[in-house]
């Protein structure tokens, strides 16, 4: 167990450290890896030159670079990993300048032990177990590679200021490392945007959430096209979150009582649903939907539509037809246009009315507002 001293940092319901580590615990703890990391296919020659010129050996350092289908980081960048290094001999020479002097971000793969000490219940110990890749890097990864590197003919002693996350889950992980790297570098976000669910996402809800929401911006056709930030980047309004909570909840739902194969049938057939369903939407309230003052297209509005989705699918199936199909999603829909009509969502109308009970009062009072509509069919 490696114990370090520590500062626990509350913010908006999350908790975090500030630590600090000498570099040769990090080289024990850290495990590097990128998405698609594919080392340079060169000649042996070519390789003899390439370590001759900048004194790291590229082959053994690349071997330490794993690949997995549940990282993020991006290729490294090997022009950037020997400038830092040459900054880094620089400074230990010189001895007149910090070689890091701001904090890498790195994820544990399970929770740590805190023990606060003294009459600051937020300071104390963080102790985390030895053992060889249990911290993976969020932010950062370039430098602590570099070090790695450079300490490989002898130990560079300095201490890495460090933030360590240990209670997020694949979802927050990944939003967190795009909103960095897309803000701050020059990182393309399509890297993380462009991939399929089941490559970002170790839960196959949020996989399933994730792959819906994409085909929801990026159809032409959908009534929400480029209006999604995914991942927290882009222009749109509507925040990926926001939908991806309540479809993971449905799914849930789907699980428990449609079984397996019902779940089978919603893998193959939910992006073409959620698509239709989201047209019945705007045909049932094209007012509401193409106009200004209202408030359809908020993530309050769009989370109640996706918590009746099964009262939806069962008013389908009552007309005994398909409930996949645009025609029959409009039709199932149409008391919605009857009992609520476009008003319902004016936002200096009924919205803001109905709205004094905040957001989540918001959220359930249209959802039991729409389940009642379809009831009464």
């Known amino acids: 167990m490696i114990t370090v001293p520590a500062h626990r940092v509350r913010q908006f319901g999350m908790e975090f450290f500030q630590a600090c580590f000498p570099a040769a615990d990090v080289r024990r703890l850290v495990r590097f890896e990128v998405l698609s990391y594919e080392g340079q296919k060169v000649t042996a020659k070519a390789k003899r030159k390439r370590a001759s010129r900048s004194g790291i050996n590229w082959e053994v350092l690349e071997q330490k670079i794993g690949r997995s289908e549940a990282a993020f980081q991006r290729p490294l960048i090997k022009k950037k990993i020997e400038e830092l290094i040459a900054y880094y001999r620089d400074c230990q020479e010189q001895q007149n300048l910090p070689a890091i002097p701001g904090a ?12 606060p000490s003294g009459p600051n219940p937020r300071l104390g110990l963080l102790q985390i177990p030895e053992e060889p890749g249990i911290l993976r890097v969020l932010d950062g990864q370039h ?16 201490d890495v200021p460090a933030v360590i996350f240990d209670a997020l889950d694949p979802r927050q992980i990944i939003e967190m490392f795009v909103t960095i790297n897309a803000k701050h570098t ?3 976000p399509s890297l993380l945007l462009s991939l399929a669910g089941r ?6 809800d949020q996989a399933l959430a994730h792959d819906v929401i994409r085909k929801l911006n990026e159809d032409a056709s ?11 980047v882009g222009k749109g ?5 926001s939908l991806a909570g309540e479809m993971v909840r ?15 049938e919603f893998e193959e057939h939910g992006r073409r649903f959620f698509l239709n369903y989201l047209k019945a939407i705007e045909h049932t309230f094209p007012q509401a939907w193409a106009g200004r003052k209202y ?19 069962g008013a389908v199936h009552d007309l005994r037809r398909d409930p996949y199909d645009l025609s029959a999603l409009k039709q199932a829909l149409a008391p919605w246009g009857e009992r609520l009509g476009d008003r319902r969502f004016e936002t200096e109308g009924e919205w803001r009315t109905k709205q004094a009970g905040g957001t989540h009062g918001t959220v359930e009072i249209l959802t039991r507002e729409l389940h009642d509509a379809l009831r009464a069919r």
């Open 104 to 115: 890498v971000i790195m994820i544990a793969e399970r929770p740590l032990t805190f023990s």
């Open 143 to 158: 430098r602590l590679v570099a070090l790695d590197a450079a300490s490989e003919d002898g130990e560079v002693a300095i």
């Open 186 to 188: 020059r990182l393309n």
């Open 199 to 204: 490559r970002l996402y170790t839960n196959p």
């Open 222 to 232: 959908s009534p929400l096209a480029g209006q999604i930030r995914i991942l927290g």
């Open 237 to 241: 309004t509507v925040s990926q979150a």
């Open 250 to 264: 449905l799914f849930e739902m789907i699980d428990q009582l449609g079984g397996r194969a019902r779940r089978r």
């Open 295 to 313: 408030s359809i297209k908020t993530g309050t509005a769009l989370r109640a539509f996706i918590r009746v989705v099964p009262d939806v699918m």
